[in-house]
């Protein structure tokens, strides 16, 4: 009996938890959502923010400066690395910009570099191949002392990303020790962090005559490349630098999130959300839209104005006949500066 009546409170044990459990996700599912909006925040101007963040001061100083002072003892093994082939990827905790360009004025002063900052928002990663055409042809042209009427008619700003990258694969130096130094500050930075980009910047490292000296700070950037991406192509080698130093340039190019944008700030946001989606005029919007083959039926030109309604650049108004009307909330020099950045 005594056994029995254990099994009989475990299993009513058993059954008040079940229950007590479905009861609490059905309370859940049908509590009400609260109304309050992240946006709804009373957050400090973006400027004003900034310039409080650049009163703060600095910590640890002295420690950080001998910290990057002991660096420098490995600069002769990461020249050795770079000129067997391999690639330097620098990861560790805090900015690691001052270290990598006191290496490059220093350890590399008989080389040729070229510096893409991948902390920015937006890179011009065809533009950088073409400077790194230019300076590799200026060097081909010193080592072989080439005339200026043997000089191959190269339009390199007409050139494809493929040729470029053959060019640059292809360069013929008698030079075995020459090579020109790549130095990317942050590699997974916003503006390099899509697959194409990534593929491209693989393919670079692989040319002959071409190293690369990156940082990375993201503790996912690794995923970037796969396998042959990582040990074939950029042919890493990882050294772990932590500097602990502030990031006060990089952090300049990112918005912060616990200020809200200032005028400028709101042209930015208004030219990116109107540059990704189809311009439309506000008169007569919908039979424009069609006559201009920009929408094909008044479904499409609903979504679209909800995008911009998300984005808080359109709002919906009463007219005095009861009609919808489409109002923007911005001031007219927003707007003039909206149309200018498109055009």
């Known amino acids: 009996m005594d056994t029995n009546g254990s099994w009989d409170e475990d299993e009513d044990e058993e059954f008040e938890f079940s229950r007590n459990y479905f009861l609490a996700k059905e309370l859940a599912s049908s509590a009400k959502k609260s109304k309050q909006k992240l946006t709804d925040i009373d957050v400090v101007d ?69 510096v893409i900052n991948g902390y920015l928002q937006s890179i011009n990663l065809k533009q950088a191949m073409i400077t790194l055409a230019e300076v590799l042809w200026d060097q081909i042209k010193t080592k072989r002392r080439v005339s200026h009427r043997e000089l191959p008619k190269n339009q390199y700003n007409s050139q494809s990303m493929e040729e470029l990258l053959t060019f640059l694969d292809q360069a013929e130096i008698d030079d075995v020790d020459f090579f020109v130094c790549v130095v990317i500050h942050n590699i997974d930075g916003p503006g390099l962090r899509d697959s194409e980009t990534q593929q491209y910047l693989a393919r670079l490292a692989a040319c002959a005559r071409i190293r690369i000296v990156a940082t990375i700070d993201h503790v996912n950037a690794p995923l970037f490349w796969d396998k042959n991406m990582a040990h074939t192509q950029f042919n890493w080698c990882w050294y772990h630098v932590p500097t602990f130093a502030p990031y006060k340039v990089e952090g300049m190019f990112y918005p912060m999130i616990l ?38 039926s008044q479904v499409t030109l609903n979504s679209h104005l909800t995008e911009f309604k998300d984005h808080e ?14 109002h923007i909330p911005l001031t007219a020099e927003a707007l003039q500066k909206v149309v200018l950045e498109i055009n």
Not at 87 to 98: A, D, I, N, P, V
Not at 313 to 326: A, E, M, P, R, Y
Request: aromatic residues 8%.
């Open 46 to 114: 973006e400027q004003e923010l900034r310039e409080a963040a650049s009163r703060i001061q600095p910590k640890h100083e002295d420690e950080i400066a001998l910290l990057l002072d002991s660096y420098k003892t490995m600069y002769p093994e990461w020249l050795l690395a770079l000129r067997c082939g391999f690639g330097l990827l620098m990861y560790g905790f805090g900015s690691k910009k001052t270290l990598i360009e006191d290496f490059a004025s220093t350890a590399l002063t008989e080389y040729s570099v070229v």
């Open 313 to 326: 650049l359109v709002k919906i108004k009463k007219h005095s006949d009861g009609q919808d009307c489409l």
């Open 259 to 296: 200020a809200h944008g200032s005028a400028s700030q709101t042209v930015k946001t208004a030219t990116i959300v109107l540059l990704s989606l189809t311009r439309m005029p506000i008169s007569d919007l919908y039979s424009v839209c069609r006559e201009r083959f920009l929408v094909s």
